[in-house]
T-cell receptor, first 113, second 114 residues
């Protein structure tokens, strides 16, 4: 069982459409990060959300951290082909075995021109 | 800064051969991570170092895998002997901290074992 579950797993949309991807957990996270990984490259950090209910915007991308800090969403407005990639959420989790950093299962987005 | 630099970008080797992957982290980053990415399992943490010292290698699949960090600017991940199931993309990442800061990833090494 993954600590961070992302949905949908795959998403294919037309250029100009809007979309939302989700990152969910049954556990509370002190913060969550979103990464985008383009084909053939490593993940690149997009944003970090820290406060419950926090909303951050990065051009056409809007990130929200859930009030209970157990989930996060990424909304893309008017998707462009350049948005194509694998979107990963990630965050630190403190357990009795120590301080770990987890990556989500990922959402693979394809924007068709 | 040039970012995290990995080499080679692609490696094709025959089963049973030794494979060495290399990584140069960002200067000043105290943490270095080795990840493996596959379609089936996603990103898996193999091992991480803090100030050149291996801290957690519980993700290393088996004794065929070993990693070293002889100094702050260089790390290697070695697989000996390699097997077809080791085929994956291997990423190195560095960070100023273990969990508080974002990770900077290299471009990865795509390993194919035939």
């Amino acid at each position: 069982t993954q600590l961070l579950e992302q949905s949908p797993q795959f998403l294919s949309i037309q250029e100009g459409e809007n979309l939302t991807v989700y990152c969910n957990s049954s556990s509370v996270f002190s913060s969550l990060q979103w990464y985008r990984q383009e084909p053939g490259e490593g993940p690149v950090l997009l944003v970090t959300v820290v406060t419950g209910g926090e909303v951050k915007k990065l051009k056409r991308l809007t990130f929200q951290f859930g009030d209970a800090r157990k989930d996060s969403s990424l909304h893309i407005t008017a998707a462009q082909p350049g948005d194509t990639g694998l979107y990963l959420c990630a965050g630190p989790f403190f357990s009795n075995t120590g301080n770990q950093f987890y990556f989500g299962t990922g959402t693979s987005l394809t924007v068709i021109p | 800064d040039a970012g995290v630099i990995q080499s080679p970008r692609h490696e094709v080797t025959e089963m049973g051969q030794e494979v060495t992957l290399r990584c140069k982290p960002i200067s000043g980053h105290d943490y270095l991570f080795w990840y493996r990415q596959t379609m089936m399992r996603g990103l898996e943490l193999l091992i991480y170092f803090n100030n050149n010292v291996p801290i957690d290698d519980s993700g290393m699949p088996e004794d065929r895998f070993s990693a070293k960090m002889p100094n702050a600017s260089f790390s290697t991940l070695k697989i000996q002997p390699s097997e077809p199931r080791d085929s994956a993309v291997y990423f190195c990442a560095s960070s100023p901290g273990r969990t508080r800061y974002g990770y900077t990833f290299g471009s990865g090494t795509r390993l194919t074992v035939v």
